[in-house]
């Protein structure tokens, strides 16, 4: 299996987006939506409920369509809790180097669940403490 975590704007590429992922990330979320699961964190739907109020948010209606797709139990998307694991997680993960609240909570669910993190956020993707916890991929 290829299970992967993606950000918030990977998951969004990927499912309405998708020319905007580099090769690597699409590769790998395509890998995991055929043979594992992709995995978000619940950060995730927050910001896209939030980003869904503004007038510059390019995407309509996808907060009622991620809820729908990671409803269904044979999608292959799915939501990670902020669990206290998460929360003890976001310590390793450098706040000099992620000091965005939300893409910490990304990064510590990638770290609590031992996923590989598909990420375009440079910040994410430089981290070099966070990058030797887990794979970074774009």
Do not use: C
């Amino acid at each position: 299996m290829s299970d992967v975590l993606a950000d918030t704007h990977a998951i969004l590429w990927f499912l309405f987006d998708p020319a905007r992922l580099s090769h690597p990330a699409d590769a790998a979320l395509t890998a995991a939506s055929r043979t594992g699961r992709i995995f978000i964190s619940a950060i995730t739907l927050v910001e896209v409920n939030y980003l869904s109020g503004k007038r510059s948010f390019p995407y309509s209606d996808t907060l009622a369509q991620l809820v729908a797709l990671v409803s269904d139990p044979l999608d292959p998307l799915e939501v990670l809790p902020l669990t206290l694991e998460v929360v003890l997680a976001m310590a390793s993960v450098p706040r000099d180097e992620v000091p965005d609240m939300p893409d910490r909570i990304v990064a510590a669910t990638a770290v609590a669940h031992k996923l590989p993190l598909v990420s375009a956020d440079s910040k994410i993707r430089h981290s070099s403490g966070l990058n030797a916890l887990i794979s970074v991929v774009w």
